[in-house]
């Protein structure tokens, strides 16, 4: 894989899909250039269910106007799964998206999927990755069954394997380019939970807030999840969200980070691999960002999106590089190695 820009006219265009987590941030990605946004409601149905982000449905439905203002579209996010006979709030959801004029809904939930297809068949359907269909059969499992149209890839698999279940599917695909990357099968964990007895895939929160401690000492900062230490950072080091599978252990003698480093996935320089690799969409991932980190990462992937009919090179892993985890980039899987 070369790291050349390559011309790419004959090339359908990928969109654009930016988060927001709040209507400023809707507003700002919009006005930035996004294509599409992402967001989600203001309770369990969503996997970023954090005090002070999302949505109310009055607040999407001004937000979907919005977006209609500059053509963009906008995605709701119902990807947890539905809890045991507490089905009615994620129906409930899935009803005000089809009622409310966005674009698609965003689903994990098989049992979700179903009720949606059956219920509300004009609507729009989406596979999370939170689903982690990572194989044309199983992606071609949900455009059959359910009408899926799009489904957002995991973050395991190589350009390669994207090329090849392109070929293989009649579905969109959808990518991450930038932001946070999860070390297990697309949420699918039990370290938070363990630590604070609230699920990533059911209660849409990993490492809540609430649970989360700094203690400041003489030579470091110390970073806690109900408790349990996560992280020592000497000072002047800068130090990253405390979440179990990015902190730093004790292990076979020797102390580092066991799960996966605290930095943040950037494939900009992958993009024209990824166009001819048959990809629809391109998706940032933070819907916890502020407007200023929004503005600047949506607007400088949209540069890069545009420059691909022309074959210029934005340097976007420079101009990133203080957005990211930690202040580090990877490739991801994109391009699998390990230590």
Request: proline share 5%; glycine share 8%; charged share 20%.
């Amino acid at each position: 894989m070369t790291d050349q820009p390559l011309k790419s006219e004959a090339l359908t265009p990928m969109e654009l899909v930016c988060p927001a987590g709040t209507p400023a941030a809707l507003r700002t990605a919009v006005d930035a250039g996004a294509d599409t946004i992402y967001c989600g409601f203001r309770n369990e149905t969503n996997a970023r269910n954090f005090p002070g982000l999302n949505f109310s449905l009055k607040e999407l439905q001004r937000g979907i106007d919005y977006a209609a203002q500059k053509r963009a579209k906008i995605l709701v996010a119902i990807n947890t799964f539905a809890q045991a006979g507490k089905t009615d709030l994620w129906k409930r959801s899935i009803d005000d998206v089809a009622q409310s004029g966005a674009h698609a809904a965003i689903l994990a939930d098989i049992g979700m999927l179903d009720y949606a297809a059956r219920t509300h068949p004009d609507l729009r359907l989406h596979l999370s990755v939170q689903a982690a269909a990572a194989n044309a059969d199983m992606i071609n499992y949900y455009a059959h069954e359910f009408g899926v149209k799009r489904v957002v890839l995991p973050r395991v698999l190589t350009v390669q394997e994207i090329a090849a279940i392109n070929a293989e599917i009649a579905c969109e695909t959808e990518v991450f380019i930038f932001g946070g990357l999860c070390v297990m099968a697309e949420g699918r964990c039990a370290l938070s939970s363990y630590c604070t007895g609230k699920s990533p895939n059911m209660n849409g929160v990993c490492s809540p807030p609430g649970d989360v401690s700094y203690e400041e000492y003489p030579d470091h900062l110390e970073s806690s999840l109900s408790g349990i230490t996560i992280n020592q950072y000497p000072k002047g080091e800068a130090a990253a969200y405390p979440t179990l599978c990015k902190g730093r252990f004790e292990s076979a003698g020797t102390t580092g980070y066991v799960f996966e480093d605290p930095v943040s996935l950037n494939a900009a320089h992958l993009l024209p691999a990824l166009q001819k690799a048959g990809v629809t969409a391109l998706k940032i991932e933070g819907r916890q960002r502020g407007k200023a980190y929004m503005a600047q990462v949506v607007a400088s992937f949209r540069r890069a999106v545009d420059a691909l009919s022309t074959g210029d090179n934005i340097p976007l892993e420079t101009l990133l590089a203080p957005l990211t985890e930690g202040q580090k980039s990877t490739k991801g899987s994109y391009q699998k190695t390990w230590r």
